[in-house]
């Protein structure tokens, strides 16, 4: 079983930063691909960022230059930073656990609310 818990949201003007950091319960996270999604309301969830247990990293093409994910296996966090917010990125933002020989294979937190408005 995997705990995630995010923190970070909150309020940004335009063109301001936060950071989200997704703690993770034990040592588990390294076994997981982890990932930060997104929702805004009425849409669906999408992927914004993910570290791979490699280390290989996607981005989606709307956050590409602006966010920057890590993950600390041994504190079992993963960030996600964010620059240059824009009015299109309010959102719940939730951390995810992902891997595919494992059941479940995908763990969830609880999200945080981030909006940017001036």
């Known amino acids: 079983q995997v705990q995630l818990v995010e923190s970070g949201g909150g309020l940004v003007q335009p063109g301001g930063s936060l950071r989200l950091s997704c703690a993770g319960s034990?040592?588990?996270?390294?076994?997981?691909?982890m990932g930060w999604y997104r929702q805004a309301p009425g849409k669906q969830r999408e992927l914004v960022a993910e570290?791979?247990?490699?280390?290989?990293?996607n981005y989606a093409d709307s956050v590409k230059g602006r966010f920057t994910i890590s993950r600390d296996n041994a504190k079992s966090t993963v960030d996600l930073q964010m620059n240059s917010l824009k009015p299109e990125d309010p959102a719940v933002y939730y951390c995810n656990a992902n891997n595919p020989l494992l059941s479940p294979r995908d763990y969830w937190g609880q999200g945080t609310q981030v909006t940017v408005s001036s």
């Open positions: 570290i791979k247990i490699g280390g290989r990293i």
């Open positions: 034990g040592s588990m996270i390294r076994l997981y691909a």
